[in-house]
């Protein structure tokens, strides 16, 4: 093998683990922004429904009105869930 076959097969390596990693930067990136009803983010904390619509009542709690209907961002549920670890 030249060195120029080398170099190439080197680059070729590199080009897939930047590939990789960026498919999994913005496959996170999609799952944080996901906006969520009552029901998902209820059972994406694995709690009830009437436990979601308790704290969405309460002060400090991330929840998004539009009206009578609430919405949750993942990540602004994350977030919470690092400061209940902490408290």
Do not use: C
């Given at each position: 093998?030249?060195?120029?076959?080398?170099?190439?097969?080197?680059?070729?390596?590199?080009?897939?683990?930047?590939?990789?990693?960026?498919?999994?930067?913005?496959a996170s990136q999609q799952t944080a922004n996901k906006v969520l009803?009552?029901?998902?983010?209820?059972?994406?904390?694995?709690?009830?429904?009437?436990?979601?619509?308790?704290?969405?009542?309460?002060?400090?709690?991330?929840?998004?009105?539009?009206?009578?209907?609430?919405?949750?961002?993942?990540k602004d549920l994350d977030a919470w869930l690092e400061t209940q670890?902490?408290?």
């Open positions: 093998m030249s060195i120029e076959e080398t170099i190439r097969a080197i680059v070729r390596e590199e080009q897939q683990k930047f590939l990789e990693e960026l498919k999994q930067l913005l009803k009552a029901k998902e983010a209820a059972a994406y904390l694995n709690i009830s429904q009437s436990r979601i619509y308790d704290l969405a009542h309460s002060e400090g709690f991330p929840v998004i009105w539009e009206g009578r209907k609430m919405l949750f961002l993942q670890k902490e408290a």
